[in-house]
Every structure is written in C-alpha cells, then in structure tokens.
C-alpha cells in the first residue's frame, strides 16, 4: 500500500495533467466517484482483481494481483471443486513513480470447450472459486459494448445492467479506470469490475486517459495499461499490445491503437493492411472495429483532434474496402449513431459508426451538439449507458443502446443490421 503521501502526490500529478486536457464545454454534474478496497476477507496472497480474456480460438488468459508473492497456477474444470487441469503462468510487476505494483500474475489455460462453464482458483489453494462461460463457437452470440467506464455510481449501474444482459463477450473501447496516475485507481477499478470481468471474457483498447506521461518523471507511456491489461496480440499478428485483433462466434474483431502511430508507414497501419487482408468473410461473414477517438462525431466534444481526423484520413479506405461492417469508438462521453458512411456521405457499402463513450466517468457527460444534425447522424443523445450487439446470424444483427440516466436499463435505440458480406452490391 502506498502512503497517504504518496497518494497525495499522485492526485496533484492526476490534476496538474488533467488541467492540460480542460475541454471547452461545460458538463453536468455527476454522480459520486468510487474507491474501491481490498476485501477485508482476502490476505496478501488472496487473487484480486481477476479478469479474463480470449486467447485465440479455445483459450483464456486468467490475470489477477496478489500484494505478496503467490503462484501463478490456475487450477479449473467442469464441475465445482473439482480441477482436472493446473497450468502456470508468469509473474511481474511495475514501478511508477513512487509506486509499486502487486505481483500481476498471467496464466492462459485450455483448450477449452466452447459454451461451458468452467469453475476455477487462481494461486494457492485455499483461494476463492470463480467461474466463466466460454463464448459460443457459432452463432448466435451477444456482445456488451461499452466505454469510458471510469469508476462512480454511473459506472456500477452500467455493470449492473451488462450483467443483467446475458452477454458472451464484453467490448470496452479505450479509457478504463481514469486513474490518470493516481495508480491506486487502477487497483480499485480492477476491483470494481472483478464480478463481471472474471465471469466473461473482456476485450480492451486503450484511450488517452491509459498513457499516463508525465514529463521528466515517466516518459513511457501506458506503464500501468500494458501491465495490467494484456491482450492477445502476438496471435494477430500485431507487435504492440496497443491493437490486435480476434475471432469469436463468426465475428473478426479489430482493436486499433487511437494514441499509438497509425499514420500510412506506420506498424500500425500496415498490421491493419495485412489483418484485414486475410479476413475469410466465409468463415467471419462480420467483422466490426474498436478505436477510442471516433471518427465521425457531431457532438462539440473532441472535435479536430488529430487522432480522430488523421487516423481517418489513414485508414478509412483500408476499412471501407475491406466491408467493416461497423466502427464502434468512445472518447465522446454521449452517444450517436450514424448512418452507413464513407468520406463523409452516406455509402451502403460503408460502415455503420457508432460512438458509446458513455459507461459512467468521472468527467461527466458530452452535452452539446452541433446544430443542425447532419444528414448522417441517425441518432444521437447525451446520457450515460452501454450497447449490445446481438449477431444472430451470418446475415443479421440486433444493435440496441441502453440509456440509464435514469437508474433503468432502457432501450433508447436499436436497428437490425445487415452486414455487408451479404450484399451483393458491395463485393470486393
């Protein structure tokens, strides 16, 4: 644990940052921000902050932390209490400024078979039992979708409503614990989403508020991210944990880097290139993209950032000319939905862009928009909430975002989709 000092230190750094970052329109207020303790009825080796990620076609990464030294074993099966299978993993930590991280143990288990609940322990012995749900292995298959949690009373009703969904797999766009260096955040954000996060699969990106800088005293930037959130990059293809992508169920994920390089001779850009290239539309007739900087957006927020504009300007025609089927992003704390979109006119053969950086931060909500509503913009209103992207099908989707502004899981918008692999017009 660090200091009250330390802690201190910590969230004048968090405000001196943020200061640089003051956005120009005003934002409501907002409910209560959280922190989240250690249990009193976990111990030093206790596994915290559990949560669990895909790892190519039949496996789990298991990531948790112990403040004290413990094993990085996984034990698990089909039926509770009883583990047919051990694996062991890797252990590591890291240092930001005055503070030290527990010991972030990795352990990817299987092959594992899909739609089955399998019971598990992380560490010693006598460590608690959870339990997950593999995703399916066709369809149909349920994601959540949501960004820019952050960690107040918004956040825990938006989990509460995801949890409720019945979800396989969750996508979470960029910007998760807004910890902003204060680095004891990190620890309760893992905390506060452990009761979701180690029963389902949850697939991230990063956002600016994971780069955590700080000039002279921490130059890498996202130090706490990449320790901490590590996905399965190497199985793509890619070599930075910053963008990678997966499949699940017939769908191709596609999670880029909005604050690493994408510009056209970038790592980035030519993974993309090559990533899209081998989409077998047969075998993953959808294919969606995660960034967090959205690329179409109507709402004052974060308008003519670099990493919106020129991150466009790099890659649109890669995703329009492989048929994404549809852009999911955050950053904007509001939601909008455009219509099917390319250089800025409507295109049946482009993707649907949706912005869902609403899941409950600190911050508050994006207000205001910009008046009149473009053509392309269906739909767009400021509350907190999350989506869900019901596949059905080779050919059909459900997309539904669910307000919670008012404490309720309401549906305040939803369209069926057809994806693009199935239109004959737009072959390529």
């Known amino acids: 644990m660090v200091s009250m000092a330390v802690r201190s ?72 209490g009883v583990y047919g299978f051990s694996t062991s993993g890797t252990t590591s930590s890291y240092h930001y400024l005055l503070y030290e991280s527990g010991q972030i143990h990795d352990v990817v288990i299987g092959p594992l ?44 009703s938006t989990l509460q409503h995801i949890t409720n969904s019945n979800y396989d797999v969750f996508l979470l766009p960029g910007d998760l614990s807004y910890a902003d260096t204060d680095q004891p955040l990190w620890d309760s954000f893992g905390r506060l989403v452990e009761p979701l996060a180690s029963h389902r699969p949850w697939m991230v990106t990063q956002g600016n508020h994971e780069i955590e800088k700080i000039v002279v005293l921490h130059r890498t930037p996202f130090t706490s991210y990449n320790a901490r959130w590590r996905v399965p990059f190497e199985e793509s293809g890619s070599t930075s944990n910053l963008y990678y992508s997966f499949e699940v169920a017939g769908v191709h994920v596609v999670m880029l880097g909005s604050y690493t390089d994408f510009g056209t001779s970038s790592a980035q850009y030519r993974w993309l290139k090559a990533d899209l290239g081998k989409v077998d539309r047969g075998r993953t007739p959808w294919v969606v993209v995660l960034v967090h900087a959205p690329w179409y957006n109507s ?45 800025e006119q409507p295109n049946d053969c482009g993707p649907i862009f949706i912005t869902i950086g609403d899941g409950g931060n600190r911050e508050g909500l994006a207000s205001t928009y910009i008046d009149p509503q473009p053509k392309i913009s269906i739909f767009r209103e ?13 050919t059909h989707a459900l997309w539904e975002w669910h307000r919670n502004d008012d404490g309720d899981s309401v549906v305040a918008d939803s369209i069926w989709l057809k994806n693009l692999a199935s239109n004959p017009t737009c072959k390529v």
């Open 9 to 80: 230190l910590f969230i004048l750094v968090a405000f001196a940052g943020l200061l640089s970052f003051a956005l120009p329109y005003d934002r409501p207020s907002v409910r209560q921000s959280r922190f989240v303790p250690l249990s009193e009825e976990l111990d030093s080796t206790s596994a915290q902050q559990v949560h669990i990620s895909l790892v190519g076609k039949d496996k789990m990464r298991i990531s948790w932390i112990t403040d004290d030294d413990a094993p990085a074993t996984v034990r698990y099966g089909t039926s509770p």
């Open 382 to 394: 400021a509350s907190f909430g999350h989506g869900r992207f019901k596949v059905a099908n080779a």
């Open 299 to 343: 709402n004052e927020a974060h308008q003519g950032e670099s990493q919106s504009v020129d991150m466009k300007a790099a890659m649109e025609d890669l995703v329009y000319g492989a048929r994404v089927d549809v852009v999911f992003a955050g950053h904007v704390h509001a939601y909008e939905r455009f219509t099917r979109v390319y250089k």
């Open 113 to 156: 078979e899909p739609s089955t609940v399998y019971y598990y322990r992380c560490g010693s012995g006598s460590g608690r039992e959870l339990s997950f749900r593999t995703p399916p292995a066709q369809f149909p298959i349920n994601f959540a979708i949501s960004g820019d949690l952050g960690q107040t009373e918004w956040t825990s």
